[in-house]
């Protein structure tokens, strides 16, 4: 039985945050949250001396981490060494991204992850291949296609349990065909897409509940035409990621989105890894990766230094820039059970200092070596 009260710290859970006050932790569950002189006799105390302790991170993309690609390196091993290397940065859920490839990769992809299994894997987020080619960013333009039902039954197969989450370019899909990809109940994210404001909006409405990376790769804001972006912004229910790394971004563009979206804005580390070989060679460059060609291909940061810029660059409460990266993830998953430390919850969690210092990660109520 691993019964722990974390003594001293701030605790930050969705919309508390509650001081003073003990965590405690049974059988990898939160049990309650009580005065420090209530902390039952049988619990290990852990005194965190006044840091804050919240959920852990969410991350709905990234591709692999150190020298791991996932989509170069498609083994168990690989997926076992990027999903330990995470949670010990505080990422404690997270999507195995795989941008646009071949349906022979893909499938691989599948397998592999659907033999494998970690706390922290929530699923495959496919980011392709159904995109639009003059918003392909890294991605390969002849690996590109058009939607059709036999293509996704093609990838998906007819019981899909692994990928839970995909990339799309809205304007790009016939309505007939985004009403079958939705039968599969993915989380679908308009992204990579040269939308007009028409056609963004008219892709939320008919369902698709977020987009990927805001601003990148996708048509911009225009006084005439306000594009993706203006879909994006003006929509009352779209959600969007956003890339927090200063290279992606400019940290005034993130101020402006966050202005514009609230609660509809949530945090990801597009997080790639150096690789030299295969279709995405990622060279790492100061503080981002691109291709060899230079087209920025993804992040070099993790959540948790995500987090971190969003509060000293952007000037975000550290409460909401908690939940950007926790319970705004967990909402769109449809997820109660993480992102969050109410009673119930499972027991992923971080403790880190004001300065953004990581002591201590826990998963399902067990202490994590770092």
């Known amino acids: 039985m691993n019964k722990l009260a974390l003594v001293g710290g701030r605790i930050f859970s969705d919309y508390n945050l509650i001081e003073d006050k003990t965590l405690l932790i049974e059988n990898g569950e939160i049990t309650g949250i009580v005065e420090p002189n209530q902390v039952p006799a049988d619990f290990e105390q852990i005194v965190v001396n006044g840091a804050n302790i919240c959920a852990g991170l969410i991350d709905l993309q990234l591709y692999g981490d150190g020298d791991d690609l996932f989509s170069a390196h498609l083994t168990s091993a690989s997926l076992q060494r990027i999903s330990d290397r995470l949670v010990r940065k505080g990422t404690t859920s997270y999507m195995m991204t795989l941008a646009t490839n071949t349906f022979e990769v893909f499938q691989e992809a599948i397998q592999v992850a659907d033999n494998f299994k970690h706390d922290a894997l929530l699923g495959l987020h496919l980011e392709g291949p159904f995109l639009n080619a003059k918003k392909r960013g890294a991605h390969p333009a002849d690996l590109i296609v058009k939607a059709t039902k036999e293509n996704i039954k093609e990838l998906l197969g007819e019981h899909n349990t692994v990928v839970k989450m995909m990339t799309i370019a809205p304007e790009c899909m016939d309505d007939n065909v985004l ?43 225009h006084h005439r035409e306000v594009g993706m972006v203006g879909a994006i912004f003006n929509h009352p229910t779209a959600c969007s990621s956003i890339i927090t790394d200063g290279h992606h971004v400019s940290f005034e563009a993130v101020k402006v989105a966050k202005k514009q979206m609230g609660e509809r804005l949530f945090l990801i580390s597009d997080a790639v890894a150096a690789c030299a070989q295969g279709i995405y060679q990622h060279v790492l460059n100061d503080g981002y990766y691109s291709l060899p060609d230079g087209t920025i291909s993804g992040g070099a940061i993790s959540l948790f230094e995500s987090v971190r810029n969003i509060v000293q660059q952007v000037g975000v409460p550290l409460d909401e820039a908690i939940r950007m990266g926790t319970t705004y993830p967990a909402r769109l998953l449809k997820r109660t059970d993480i992102g969050n430390l109410n009673i119930g919850s499972i027991a992923n969690v971080i403790i880190f200092t004001s300065n953004f210092e990581l002591q201590d990660v826990l998963v399902k109520g067990k202490l994590i070596s770092r």
């Open 179 to 221: 009403e079958y990809l939705k039968s599969y109940e993915l989380l679908l994210s308009a992204g990579h897409s040269d939308a007009t404001f028409k056609e963004g909006t008219k892709g939320f409405d008919l369902g698709i509940p977020t987009s990927t990376h805001l601003f990148n790769a996708m048509s911009s804001l």
